[in-house]
């Protein structure tokens, strides 16, 4: 039995083309896709549209991922105030993007459990972890945190969620993260996602990395509206995406907060994050 997870495709449309092509040619007889399809990226409703008809056409299944959730709830409801319209332009440009089939994000599971023809060795995809789709697991996660965090009776865990890959072994089973197939963040910015084969009565893994028509991504971005319409915090998202590198956490950290009690423009507190970036 082969199983392709693949996750965090963030709306970068040659990345999930790519990536498609990939699992085609492995030929698995499951596919999921685990989560964070849309948002943070230049074509939500491309992604959308393709992957819905892998969905229909091949089987695939989705996974909900908090961007998701997060786009999803855009849709549904105002900003709170000025500093909270400003910090959810992408978001809100990525829900007009999917509005008219935005159907076709709703009610994705949370989790998807399978095993093998004839044998009890689980294996649980989700976005995050047990504790929630926001919830990730980096190499530098110590296994004492995961406690409560992970499924029982599980032979093999796979999330995604952090854009970097990784694989151990804890609480007696495997655990793998996916990476990113559009939106890396590990300094490699070669999408990736995750083989899972069961042979011999275990559950084998190989992490894929592939390279993806970067240049077309980037004039994606720059022709297609995110970085006009989505605010200053996309210029941040696409500065991820070329360094392959998180950034966002640390702005938030220093001027999130100070962004929404309004000391401080969305603007110029990203300004001055860049140019300490630099």
């Known amino acids: 039995m082969k199983v392709a997870v693949f996750s965090d495709v963030q709306a970068v449309v040659p990345a999930l083309e790519a ?11 499951l596919v999921i896709m685990a989560g964070d399809l849309v948002n943070r990226g230049p074509d939500s409703g491309g992604c959308l549209t393709l992957f819905d008809a892998m969905r229909r056409s091949h089987g695939w299944l989705p996974v909900n991922g908090n961007h998701e959730a997060w786009v999803l709830r855009c849709g549904d409801t105002a900003p709170k105030s000025d500093g909270d319209r400003d910090l959810r332009r992408f978001t809100d440009w990525a829900w007009r993007q ?5 159907d076709r994000l709703r009610g994705w599971p949370d989790h998807l459990c399978l ?3 004839g044998a009890d060795a689980w294996l649980h995809v989700t976005h995050g972890t047990m504790a929630g789709n926001r919830d990730g697991i980096t190499p530098g996660t110590p296994d004492e945190s995961l406690q409560g965090k992970l499924p029982e009776g599980v032979a093999l865990f796979v999330s995604g969620h952090t854009h970097r890959t990784h694989q151990r072994h804890t609480q007696g089973m495997d655990v793998v993260n996916v990476g990113s197939v559009g939106s890396p963040f590990d300094g490699d910015v070669r999408g990736s996602y995750g083989r899972f084969t ?13 390279p993806y028509d970067r240049e077309r991504a980037a004039r994606d971005f720059e022709n297609s509206g995110f970085l006009d ?3 200053a915090l996309a210029r941040l998202v696409y500065l991820e995406w070329q ?20 000391e ?14 630099a």
């Open 19 to 29: 990536v498609i092509e990939h699992i085609d040619a492995w030929r698995p007889e």
């Open 98 to 102: 999917v509005a008219a089939q935005a």
């Open 115 to 117: 095993h093998p023809p």
């Open 198 to 210: 069961w042979r011999g009565g275990r559950w084998h893994t190989e992490l894929v990395r592939f």
């Open 229 to 231: 319409e989505g605010g």
């Open 243 to 262: 360094r392959a590198e998180l950034l966002m956490s640390g702005w938030r950290c220093r001027y999130e907060q100070a962004v929404l009690r309004g």
């Open 264 to 277: 401080v423009s969305l603007e110029a507190s990203v300004t001055r994050y860049l140019r300490d970036c």
